[in-house]
């Protein structure tokens, strides 16, 4: 049972304009989630994180938002740029030592 | 700051054969994590391990075992291969570990090493 989904495998858009990514969980105890992203060959990079006591964090072009009572986390891209191409992971903290990760969406963004 | 190393980056193993992957943290990063990543899957969780003990184990068989040794490196091994273990094998570390939350929430932030892509034919 997936705990935490990533409902679109993959994503196109075109450089300079907003990319949305989008994450769904479904257990309420989860209070800290992150996104990272993997290039082919290499290991996830860590992109960003927020807790439940906020609703938004950013770090430059990278702006995370969550939704506690929808159950729902989003990354947006702004602008997206082509070296933003990779496959996206989200993840929770359910609290027992472990991160629970999505399955991944690809983005590609077209120059 | 060096990263999280893997060490070998690739494997071609047999079935039945036994393979032992070895992953170096981050210095002075205490936590380890081990996952598993096959097409369509995600990430699977393998375990964690913290100052050379164990705190939580993934859903995988007892063929998958690892450990943590006293510097913080860590390994995992995975006896009796089949075939649908044919994955990239990723370690992640971190300062304290994916625990309950803290005012510095960064410190248990996971980072990750290249992964071992490992084959079984």
């Known amino acids: 049972d997936q705990q935490v989904k990533q409902n679109s495998p993959s994503l196109s858009v075109q450089e300079g304009r907003i990319s949305i990514l989008n994450c769904d969980y479904t257990?309420?105890?989860?209070?800290?989630f992150l996104w990272y992203k993997k290039y082919p060959a290499e290991g996830p990079t860590f992109l960003i994180s927020?807790?439940?006591?906020?609703d938004k964090n950013e770090d430059g072009r990278f702006t995370v938002f969550l939704n506690k009572s929808a159950k729902h986390l989003s990354l947006h891209i702004v602008p997206s740029q082509p070296g933003d191409s990779a496959v996206y992971f989200c993840?929770?903290?359910?609290?027992?030592?472990?991160?629970?990760f999505g399955t991944g969406t690809r983005l590609k963004v077209l120059a | 700051k060096a990263g999280v190393t893997q060490t070998p980056r690739y494997l071609i193993k047999t079935r039945g054969q036994q393979v032992t992957l070895s992953c170096s943290p981050i210095?002075?990063?205490?936590?380890v994590s081990w996952y598993q990543q096959t097409p369509g899957q995600g990430l699977q969780f393998l375990f964690e391990?913290?100052?050379?003990?164990?705190?939580n184990k993934g859903n995988f068989p007892g063929r998958f075992s690892g450990r943590q040794f006293s510097n913080s490196r860590s390994e995992m091994n995975v006896s009796t291969l089949e075939l649908g273990d044919s994955a990239l094998y990723l370690c992640?570390?971190?300062?304290?570990?994916?625990?309950?939350?803290?005012?510095?929430?960064?410190?248990?932030?996971?980072?990750f090493g290249p992964g071992t892509r490992l084959l079984v034919l």
């Open positions: 993840a929770a903290n359910p609290g027992t030592y472990k991160y629970i």
């Open positions: 391990y913290f100052s050379e003990t164990q705190r």
């Open positions: 927020i807790s439940s006591i906020k």
């Open positions: 210095s002075g990063h205490r936590s």
């Open positions: 992640a570390s971190s300062l304290v570990g994916p625990r309950i939350r803290l005012p510095r929430a960064e410190e248990e932030t996971q980072y």
């Open positions: 257990n309420s105890m989860f209070d800290y």
